[in-house]
């Protein structure tokens, strides 16, 4: 059983739809923030509000992951709609985390850990939160149907505009 829709030719709908009804394309991604709202308000108040695990309230060297922020992990939870030409990417419409730790914290473990110490983490999220991923698709899985219907009734919607824009 699959949990996705996959509507095909959106993104170059959309793009066309920018170029010659911009005010309809920012009505559609902003129906398409609040079909997906439930999703990322779920999100963010499954986040823990402490570090998941006592290493991630510290810096980390590798770049900017850590310290854990739940303020900057929750907001980092958007939606988006891409429409930019990438071959034959299908995934225009989705919710996105953009917080590397949060990322880390949601997904760890989904592909193994490469190191001990990384299986040693990915053993202890897991022992707290459960597998990858902990927050993002689990928040969709209880909203699919919700989301679904949503997202079939914009994808009407700008099947309508494009209909009307040919006829005239």
């Given at each position: 059983?699959s949990?996705?829709?996959t509507?095909?030719g959106?993104k170059e ?9 911009p ?7 902003k129906?398409?923030r609040?079909v997906v ?7 963010r108040?499954?986040?823990p509000?402490?570090?998941?695990l006592s290493?991630?309230g510290r810096?980390w060297k ?6 854990w922020?739940?303020?900057i992990?929750s ?6 709609i ?6 034959n990417?299908?995934?225009v ?8 730790g949060?990322?880390v914290?949601d ?7 490469s190191?001990?110490r990384?299986q040693?983490?990915i ?6 939160f459960g597998?990858?991923?902990r927050?993002m ?5 209880r909203?699919a ?15 309508d505009?494009?209909n009307?824009r040919m006829?005239?």
């Open positions: 059983m949990n996705s829709v509507v095909v959106i709908t959309l793009r066309e739809l920018n170029k010659i009804e005010e309809l394309r920012k009505e559609i991604i129906d398409f609040q709202k439930p999703v990322v308000n779920e999100v108040q499954s986040l509000s402490q570090p998941p290493g991630f810096s590798a770049g900017k992951i850590f310290p922020d739940t303020g992990v907001k980092s939870v958007i939606p988006k891409d429409t930019r030409k990438r071959g990417a299908l995934a419409m989705k919710v996105i985390m953009r917080s590397a949060g990322t914290t997904m760890a473990g989904k592909r193994g850990g190191t001990t990384g040693i983490m053993a202890n999220l897991e022992r707290r597998r990858a991923s927050f698709w689990p928040a969709y899985e909203k149907n919700e989301i679904e219907g949503g997202v079939e009734q914009i994808v009407e919607k700008v099947t505009a494009t009307r006829i005239r």
